[in-house]
């Protein structure tokens, strides 16, 4: 229950900033997965592989899904878009359709 | 029947007209007379294969059966099989057929040099197969509707996940609002404003991630809630925990004045948590050199064990009511830590130790478990409320709590034992690191003297340079010579 005296007591902090460093340690997976993302989308534009370019696009997805709200939407977006013409570029160089390994 | 044998030719030229227009476009004019065409046209002379073509059409010639035994497209099968069957005036549609005759029954010798086209056409026919983009039919693209399905079930995932941990939290805040708001002043500040504004709702730091501060209590500086959830909105993280189960955590910090708190080291929580927790932190690493100890001796349930700096704290911290919280929710307990030297993980450097102890703030963690183990439900969020009540009854329990006399000495041994551990361990780091300060010193004044263009200044600070350095010679014979009188 509070008091005058509780209230003179009572001292308000902000929200502490200490904690922008540990998310980025704690959990890599976004920042990989973009990397990931533009390695296989450059790989997809340079040997015309068309299963390089599409891992690309799920790369990026899941880049974006697993991202903090603080980080850079344009980052995210360079990298959709990336693969996104990866994707494109490839099948208007072959438009054959892509045949599975097996 | 020989007015059969006369039209025939006849049909038959105004079919080759077109074919013979193609070639001699320039010697034939439009109105000329059917009769001249006959008379001049080259095919004047195979009138005889019209005749055959006519009177038999039965038997029809052994070429014309080839082309059908091909694997030829369907129209031209059908187109040869009428011309067998039908008969007479289906016969000159074909030209080729026609042709066929014709050359079959020709001088071989008025050839010369010209290649027999029935020979190439006896060749089986190799049609190939149409490449399957040019071919009219989506089945082709299974792989690339595959791959597209696969995204939008991600994307239907990420939606759906979202969703469902949006809701768990809100469902978590609406059942521990009026608990916090009555405890604290502050509820909620997302450290955008300068001043202390309350908000009074979640901050949302990720999709999966929920912070709250709140601050403006007795006792404490602030309390940090993490409602962490498990990645629902990741369709690889919800595979992955198919094959292996994740609790959806509740972590909850709170940071305490110094003179809120005693000096002691304490935790309690889950053997596996005990066991990780003592290698990775730093404080229990150092403090709580013991082994988890089980929590049955305290009236715990035994999957717990209890971590401590001295048995004191123990019996200091397990009260009844504390026994009572952790017995009745110990299915929902990860870890409780408390401490008053807590910095986080043990901190690992790649040159050598930090040259400076860690900072240590005086805190209060604690972990728990949402029940579900990942499939829960935002009604099993209130069972978390009596939770939150022991956090904040051991707020006001640690700050009444204080060592005796014994127990403070200890403790305060403890920590000037730690201290001194580490002052050794980077010892030598130290020295080196003074080492290479008083070179670079000793390098910069070599500099500014040579640097120095006027040859009389420079002679002036090269003597003062000397003259400090036998200065310090001598002061260190000084005192090597007063260490040796104090031995003796």
């Not at chain 2, 080259?42 to 005749?51: G, L, P, Q, R, T």
């Not at chain 2, 730093?282 to 305290?298: H, T």
């Not at chain 2, 478990?369 to 978390?384: A, F, I, Q, R």
């Not at chain 2, 000397?466 to 200065?471: E, M, T, V």
């Amino acid at each position: 229950y509070r008091t005058r005296q509780d209230e003179d007591k009572r001292r308000l902090n902000c929200y502490p900033p200490s904690t922008e460093a540990n998310p980025t340690l704690e959990d890599p997976t976004p920042d990989y997965m973009n990397l990931l993302g533009m390695i296989f989308s450059m790989c997809g534009l340079m040997l015309k592989l068309k299963w390089c370019a599409w891992i690309a696009v799920y790369c990026s997805f899941i880049s974006f899904a697993n991202s903090r709200s603080s980080e850079d939407t344009k980052q995210m977006m360079s990298s959709f878009m990336l693969s996104i013409s990866a994707v494109v570029m490839s099948y208007l160089q072959n438009p054959q359709p892509m045949s599975p390994p097996w | 029947m020989r007015s059969v044998y006369l039209l025939l030719p006849a049909l038959l030229l105004l079919l080759a007209l077109p074919v013979s227009r193609g070639r001699y476009n320039d010697d034939f004019d439009d109105g000329e007379d059917l009769a001249d065409f006959a008379d001049d046209n080259d095919f004047a002379e195979f009138e005889d294969v019209s005749e055959d073509t006519a009177a038999e059409p039965e038997t029809a010639p052994p070429p014309r059966g080839a082309p059908p035994a091909q694997p030829a497209e369907d129209d031209e099968d059908e187109a040869t099989v009428e011309l067998e069957e039908d008969g007479q005036e289906d016969g000159f549609e074909d030209s080729d057929t026609q042709d066929q005759d014709m050359y079959s029954k020709y001088d071989p010798d008025e050839f010369d040099g010209m290649e027999k086209p029935s020979q190439s056409l006896k060749d089986p026919l190799i049609i190939h197969t149409v490449p399957a983009h040019l071919q009219n039919s989506w089945e082709s693209y299974y792989m690339e509707i595959l791959m597209v399905t696969g995204l939008l079930a991600y994307i239907m995932n990420y939606i759906i996940g979202k969703n469902k941990n949006s809701r768990l939290a809100t469902a978590w805040f609406n059942s521990h609002r009026e608990l916090l708001e009555s405890n604290f002043a502050l509820v909620g500040d997302d450290g955008t404003s300068k001043d202390a504004v309350s908000t009074g709702k979640l901050n949302q730091e990720n999709e999966h991630i929920y912070n709250l501060w709140c601050s403006g209590r007795v006792c404490c500086e602030g309390m940090l809630i993490q409602l962490k959830f498990v990645k629902r909105q990741d369709l690889l993280n919800v595979l992955a925990r198919m094959m292996r189960p994740v609790c959806d955590q509740v972590q909850i910090k709170v940071t305490l004045n110094d003179e809120d708190m005693d000096t002691f080291v304490f935790a309690v929580g889950t053997k596996k948590a005990m066991a990780r927790m003592q290698k990775e932190m730093q404080d229990l690493s150092e403090f709580c050199s013991d082994k988890p100890k089980s929590g049955a001796k305290y009236g715990l349930p035994e999957l717990l064990a209890i971590l401590t700096e001295m048995g004191e704290v123990t019996d200091g911290v397990m009260d009844s009511k504390m026994v009572h919280y952790i017995t009745n929710h110990a299915d929902k307990i990860e870890s409780i830590h408390f401490s008053d030297q807590f910095s986080g993980t043990k901190v690992v450097q790649e040159d050598g130790q930090p040259l400076k102890l860690p900072e240590t703030k005086k805190t209060l963690l604690f972990t728990f478990n949402v029940p579900g183990m990942g499939n829960t439900s935002p009604k099993d969020m209130d069972t978390l409320l009596p939770l939150m009540n022991m956090v904040i009854y051991s707020i006001d329990k640690v700050k009444k709590l204080r060592l005796n006399r014994e127990g403070k000495q200890k403790a305060d041994k403890n920590r000037a034992r730690v201290e001194e551990n580490f002052l050794k361990q980077t010892h030598n780091q130290r020295q080196e690191a003074a080492q290479t300060r008083r070179e670079e010193k000793k390098r910069a004044e070599k500099e500014r003297i040579m640097s120095e263009e006027d040859p009389e200044r420079q002679r002036r600070l090269e003597e003062a340079a000397q003259r400090r350095d036998q200065k310090k010679i001598e002061k260190k014979q000084m005192k090597m010579k007063q260490i040796k009188v104090k031995a003796m």
